[in-house]
């Protein structure tokens, strides 16, 4: 078994390395970004997927990266993870119904809910208690699961065709234009102070430097991960101002 994710924030991140840890404590999990990720996966029948849902899909970096590598999915039994603020609907689903086309099968799915991750909106934000209350009942939740999957008993969030509706129409159809492909939208103020950090954590590479200045170029996949990071608070993406630095590691 192995654990893949993307996570901005850090909530997939603790999500999947936990939920494996819990199945079998000798296997490891590796970002999507992992250079060697084609070659790890190719070596596991078993995989944990998991992501943030955006606007009730999946993030396009990870959609992109499943039809890329349409070959490598033949046969795997995968276990797809989507971590939410708030609302899912199908966030399972959408990665779900790629890789059935090309051939894996899926075990089940489980939606988790965690802080917010969005920093630059005080929509859903909540004090650091009710966030540590949301990580506290999310562990609590992974446990139970663990221990349900020990037996062979699946959780299928997010898979039924209920679901399906409830994520399309519910958001995904209202927002599918945020969704469907990468953002040049990213905007870094006159604050940055080129420390090149941002540049260093996107998993997408889409932020150069060039004269102590961070640059965005136009393959963003809206993790919030460089946003949640800069010491300037100088990311911004879908709002103006960054309110609150959303990070996993705050909450624990
Ligand atoms: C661009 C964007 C869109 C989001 N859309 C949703 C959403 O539709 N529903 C939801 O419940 N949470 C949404 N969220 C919140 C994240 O899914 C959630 O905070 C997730 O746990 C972040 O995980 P990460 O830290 O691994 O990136 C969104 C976050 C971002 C950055
Ligand atoms: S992390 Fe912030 S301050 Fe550092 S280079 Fe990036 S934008 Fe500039
Ligand atoms: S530019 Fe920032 S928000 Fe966009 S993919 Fe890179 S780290 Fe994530």
Redesign the pocket.
């Known amino acids: 078994m192995i654990g893949i994710y993307l996570s ?1 924030t850090g909530n997939t991140k603790h999500c999947v390395e936990k939920l494996v840890s819990l199945l079998d404590e000798s296997s490891t999990c590796v970002p999507l970004e992992y250079p060697q990720i084609i070659h790890v996966i190719e070596k596991q029948d078993i995989i944990v997927l998991g992501y943030p849902t955006q606007f009730s899909n999946a993030p396009f ?1 990870v959609r992109d990266f499943i039809k890329k590598n349409g070959s490598l999915w033949k046969g795997k039994k995968v276990f797809c993870v989507s971590t939410m603020g708030l609302f899912s609907g199908d966030g399972t689903g959408c990665t779900a119904r790629i890789l059935k086309k090309y051939g894996a099968e899926i075990l089940g799915g489980l939606q988790i809910k965690m802080p917010d991750s969005v920093c630059d909106s005080k929509l859903l934000k909540k004090g650091l208690e009710e966030n540590r209350q949301i990580v506290k009942n999310a562990d609590k939740r992974m446990e139970e699961v663990a221990e349900r999957i020990g037996w062979g008993d699946y959780p299928r969030d997010g898979l039924s065709f209920f679901a399906h509706l409830k994520g399309l129409l519910g958001q995904r159809l209202w927002f599918y234009r945020k969704t469907m492909g ?2 040049d939208k ?1 905007k870094i103020s006159d604050a940055c102070i080129g420390c090149g950090l ?1 540049s260093k ?7 150069r430097m060039n004269d102590r200045r961070a640059v ?2 136009n ?9 949640s990071l800069c010491p300037q608070k100088a ?1 911004t ?1 879908l709002g103006d101002r960054v309110t609150e630095q959303c990070r996993y590691e705050k909450y624990k």
């Open positions: 901005g970096m990468y953002t990213l941002c954590e996107c998993p997408m590479e889409n932020i965005p170029g393959r963003c996949t809206m993790c919030y991960r460089c946003i990311i993406l």
